[in-house]
């Protein structure tokens, strides 16, 4: 059978899929579909409050594996599409390309906790100070919002230009934050500072309106 070649991997996260919550009732190796003539995948047995949903995906072997939480049989848990990866699989004289989901799976409690924490996040009236020394999780997050916004005021003249990326960055880290991804702060203050290096150090930019 042919592989997937991980040198030619391509992936692309989403922020915007559902979160699945419920009970895990079973989870393994199994056919697709349970049916005999398909490949081997991997699935979650979830029972939701409308329902049960069986999960299927190669990936969530990996995300349950990897789990910070580690859920156990019969745990309230959280499951949620991140997105996925596309591979490039040898077939005759040349290939074809797989898509393959990438998964979290969490605790639910691990997720209702990182809501809190966006929503907090996403206050931009909220005290700082007092947010970190009830949440100090979130000490290193609003240390690099603090570095964005230093940037900010260097590099972008008007206002309301600062004010409006400054809302987009803090809405970029809330999201991850809400969807459960690790704590955003170390990529986004890397990427800032990798965009000040970029930029001549005399550049201010200046504009008469707001940027449309």
């Known amino acids: 059978m042919s592989q997937p070649n991980p040198s ?7 922020s915007d899929s559902r979160l699945i919550v419920g009970r895990l009732e079973a989870h393994g190796r199994a056919k697709y579909h ?6 081997e995948s991997y699935f979650l047995k979830v029972i939701t409050n409308r329902g049960t949903r069986i999960l299927w995906g190669k990936d969530l072997e990996r995300a349950l594996a990897q789990s910070r939480t580690q859920p156990k049989l019969g745990s309230q848990i959280g499951v949620r599409r991140t997105g ?3 591979f490039a ?11 393959r989901n990438l998964w979290i799976v969490e605790t639910a409690q691990f997720f209702a906790e990182r809501a809190q924490l966006a929503r907090r996040l996403r206050d931009a009236h909220a005290d700082a100070r007092e947010t970190a020394k009830s949440h100090p999780e979130l000490v290193s997050t609003y240390l690099s919002l ?14 309301k230009d600062r004010e409006r ?9 809330a999201k991850s934050l809400r969807n459960g991804k690790p704590l955003p702060e170390i990529r986004v203050l890397e990427r800032a500072r990798e965009i000040e290096k970029k930029a001549p150090a005399a550049r201010v930019i200046k504009r008469e309106g707001p940027i449309r």
């Open 84 to 86: 996925y990866e596309t």
């Open 8 to 14: 030619s991997a391509y992936r692309r996260f989403s």
């Open 146 to 159: 603090r570095g964005a916004q230093a940037i900010a005021e260097r590099r972008i003249a008007d206002p």
């Open 89 to 99: 699989v040898p077939e005759g004289t040349g290939e074809r390309i797989v898509k």
């Open 34 to 39: 349970f049916q005999a003539d398909q490949s």
């Open 165 to 173: 990326f400054l809302a987009l960055v803090r809405e970029a880290m």
